[in-house]
C-alpha cells in the first residue's frame, strides 16, 4: 500500500515528468515504444503521461510519434530572455555578426559540456550545424576552452580524471596533458582558436565572459575554417565583445551564474 501511495506523490509525478522530457534530448521524434526503453516506465503509464502532456501542450504528437510542444519553447524562450547574461549580451552578438559576417555564439558551460544559449548567423546560420539549447563537448570547443582556462580548478576536474578524453574528430584534443596545455595558451592570450575539433570543416574564435577564475560564459565566432582568420583579426572583435557584455550585465560584473541547475540522479521509483 506504501508503495503505491509513493508513486502517486507529487515528487514521484514530477520526477516521471521529468524522465519522459529528458527522453526527448535530441533532435527528432520518438514513439512510445523508445521513450519506454528510455525512461524504463511501465507502457501504459508512459502512455496516459504522454496523452495528458500532449494535452497541456508540452508534447504534440504526429500519428504515433511524439515531439516537444510549443508551451515548452514558450516557457524556454521567456527563460533564456529573462537572464541577465542573455539581455546583456544581445546588442553585442548582432554587432559582432554584423562586423565579422561569421556565425555568433553565446555559451556557458554545464559539466563537461557547452550549452549555446544564442546563435546568430544569418544566412550562414543553417550550415553551421548548432542550435539553441544544443550541446558540445567542452573540451573540444572553442567557447568551452575559453570558460574553462578562465575558471577555477574545480570546473576542469568535472571533465573527469581519465587521460584520455572523448573526440568528436580527428582534431580534437585527446588527452589531459593537451588540454592543459591548449588552457595555458588561452590563459596567455585571453582567446581560444579551434580547427574543426568539434564540427568538420568548421573553425572557432572564442573570449571568455568574466574575471580570470570566474568565467559565465563565452562568446565566438564560427564559420567555414578554410574563411576564418585565426589571429588578431577576429582575436581582437571576439574579445571585445565579451569585454562589453560583462561590463553591460545589469547592475555590473556581479557574479552572473548560468541558468542550467546541475544535475541531479533521480531516485528510484516504485510503480503500482
Not at 21 to 40: C, E, K, N, S, Y
Not at 60 to 73: A, F, H, N, P, Q
Request: hydrophobic share 45%; charged share 25%.
Amino acid at each position: 500500500m506504501s508503495t503505491q501511495l509513493e508513486a502517486c506523490t507529487p515528487s514521484a509525478v514530477l520526477d516521471r515528468v521529468s524522465l519522459v522530457l529528458d527522453a526527448f534530448d535530441g533532435p527528432g521524434r520518438l514513439t512510445l515504444a523508445q521513450i519506454v526503453r528510455r525512461t524504463g516506465l511501465p507502457r501504459s503509464s508512459a502512455h496516459r503521461m504522454l496523452e495528458r502532456l500532449v494535452q497541456l501542450r508540452w508534447l504534440r504528437r504526429e500519428g504515433r510519434d511524439y515531439e516537444l510542444g510549443m508551451r515548452l519553447v514558450e516557457l524556454g524562450s521567456l527563460a533564456v530572455h529573462q537572464d541577465r547574461l542573455h539581455r546583456a549580451a544581445m546588442p553585442f552578438l548582432h554587432e559582432l555578426h554584423r562586423a565579422t559576417g561569421f556565425v555568433v555564439h553565446l555559451a556557458i558551460l554545464d559539466g563537461a559540456d557547452v550549452v549555446y544559449l544564442e546563435k546568430i548567423g544569418g544566412r550562414l546560420s543553417a550550415a553551421v550545424p548548432t542550435r539553441v539549447g544544443g550541446r558540445h563537448l567542452a573540451h573540444c570547443t572553442a567557447v568551452g576552452r575559453a570558460i574553462l582556462a578562465f575558471s577555477d580548478e574545480r570546473r576542469v576536474a568535472a571533465l573527469g580524471n581519465a587521460d584520455l578524453l572523448s573526440r568528436k574528430t580527428k582534431y580534437s584534443i585527446s588527452t589531459q596533458a593537451q588540454l592543459r596545455a591548449e588552457l595555458n595558451k588561452v590563459r596567455a592570450h585571453g582567446i581560444a582558436f579551434e580547427r574543426e575539433e568539434s564540427l568538420p570543416g568548421f573553425g572557432c574564435v572564442a573570449a571568455p565572459i568574466g574575471n580570470i577564475g570566474e568565467a559565465v560564459a563565452a562568446v565566438s565566432v564560427c564559420g567555414p575554417v578554410d574563411r576564418m582568420a585565426f589571429d588578431h583579426r577576429l582575436a581582437a572583435p571576439v574579445r571585445m565583445t565579451a569585454l562589453g557584455i560583462w561590463r553591460n550585465i545589469d547592475d555590473g560584473p556581479v557574479k552572473v551564474q548560468p541558468t542550467l541547475q546541475q544535475a541531479r540522479p533521480l531516485r528510484a521509483l516504485q510503480y503500482a
